[in-house]
Nanobody, 114 residues
Framework: VQLQASGGGSVQAGGSLRLSCTFS????????VAWYRQAPGKQRELVAA???????VYIDSVKGRFTVSRDNAKNTVYLQMNRLTPEDTAVYYC?????????WGQGTQVTVSS
């Protein structure tokens, strides 16, 4: 299984981005999936998770601003990020939830300027 995240970029505070992540080679479409992020000098953390029955989990700092979704036909997970703040600056990754795929891929960089 390979993970390919995309959609990152540089935006000003208050802006929006939509991240995409494709799980290539994956046959199961019922596993829970998630977005994680790693800011400079910090550990990787869970941002949002989506279960097989559309249940969702968000960390407090992104609740009401981020929305996770998936398109099983495309093996793709999305993260819509609104009202971005500089604290959201990080490399964003996708994986299963909990994480089971060892190779995280390169992720996608999100940089938010004030």
């Amino acid at each position: 299984v390979q993970l390919q995240a995309s959609g990152g970029g540089s935006v000003q505070a208050g802006g929006s981005l939509r991240l995409s992540c494709t799980f290539s080679g994956r046959t199961s479409r019922t596993s829970a999936v998630a977005w994680y992020r790693q800011a400079p000098g910090k550990q990787r953390e869970l941002v949002a998770a989506l279960g097989d029955v559309r249940s969702t989990v968000y960390i407090d700092s992104v609740k009401g601003r981020f929305t996770v979704s998936r398109d099983n036909a495309k093996n793709t997970v999305y993260l819509q990020m609104n009202r971005l703040t500089p604290e959201d600056t990080a490399v964003y990754y996708c994986n299963t939830f909990p994480q089971t795929i060892a190779d995280w891929g390169q992720g996608t960089q999100v940089t938010v300027s004030s």
